[in-house]
């Protein structure tokens, strides 16, 4: 009784949404921030001003951080591996593992949360088109960066062209380091892990992973302080749109349901069907029992006392 009544209720929860529709849309998407990144390549000395200009930016206001943590990073393999590790392989790991996760266990989320992923990084796509970055590792050596995904590139997959596996670097756009979807990402898994994490220990990943995001992309010389903060501005910005969005798709579809649709038809739920046959088979068995047992014969009386003496 319970696996027959969880599986409609969860669909309802999701709005009536299937695996097989919500792939394709998640590959969409990731295809579009894929392309996106490789087709708006931008101005190469466009986008190298652009990072010079956010670097000075930072000085004058001391938030830097990005010089010190490269530094460490670049100088302490047992900090740099592990980092180039990170920011190659859990960009892409750990958001469709959340994803699945709120799908099987938080099916009253998944939709609203899917949603708001896909607005973020649309947002940011236009992010990358309107202002191409070249990143802190691609800038002149005078500006002190190290590029530690080249420096470390023999331990992993990667080559010299950010997270790229070797020989497919030309598929990638190095020139999109603002706004940071790797920051960006990891704060939505962040939230939805805290928000929405039973036990203290998915919690507590739910702060370290975009923390550590954060350290990552920066010491890694991939992204500089403010595309981190240009990251999270992209998520607020598309928590705020979600909800407008997902209340115009719902009147969309509910518009084009009443102009093509035919009447709609009542159809009970089972529950309430089962509920309503049961009542009426009882209903016989009931009247009899209110009702005191009716002579067969209109005339017939009843037999006669007996009488004693």
């Known amino acids: 009784m319970t696996m027959t009544t969880t599986a409609p209720r969860a669909a309802t929860y999701r709005g009536g949404l299937r695996w097989w529709t919500e792939l394709p849309l998640i590959a969409v998407v990731y295809g579009l921030y894929t392309t996106g990144r490789l087709l708006v390549r931008g101005d190469v000395v466009r986008a190298v001003d652009h990072g010079i200009a956010i670097l000075h930016l930072e000085t004058a206001l001391t938030l830097d951080p990005e010089r010190w943590l490269n530094t460490l990073f670049s100088r302490y393999r047992a900090l740099g591996i592990p980092a180039d590790f990170w920011y190659a392989s859990l960009h892409y790991l750990v958001t469709p593992t959340v994803l699945v996760w709120l799908w099987r266990r938080r099916p009253t989320v998944y939709r609203f949360a899917r949603t708001w992923l896909m607005t973020s990084t649309l947002i940011g796509l236009i992010g990358f088109t ?39 670097g030309g598929l990638t756009n190095q020139y999109a380091a603002m706004p940071s979807l790797h920051v960006g990402w990891s704060l939505w898994c962040g939230v939805m892990l805290w928000r929405h994490g039973r036990t203290r220990f998915v919690r507590a990943l739910g702060i370290a992973y975009p923390l550590g995001t954060t350290l990552v992309v920066m010491g890694t010389a991939n992204h500089y302080f403010l595309d981190a903060v240009a990251g999270a501005a992209v998520m607020g910005l598309g928590f705020l749109l979600t909800k407008p969005f997902l209340r115009a798709v719902d009147g969309l579809r509910g518009a084009v349901t009443a102009r093509f649709a035919g009447p709609p038809r009542q159809v009970s739920s089972p529950v309430v069907a089962s509920s309503r046959d049961a009542a009426r088979a009882e209903r016989p068995a009931g009247r009899q029992a209110a009702h005191p047992a009716v002579p067969a014969q209109r005339g017939a009386r009843p037999p006669a006392r007996e009488s004693h003496g």
């Open 130 to 168: 309107l202002a191409p970055t070249a990143p802190p590792r691609l800038l002149a050596g005078r500006h002190g960066f190290v590029d530690t995904m080249a420096q470390y590139g023999s331990y992993g997959w990667w080559g010299g062209d950010a997270s790229a596996p070797r020989g497919l």
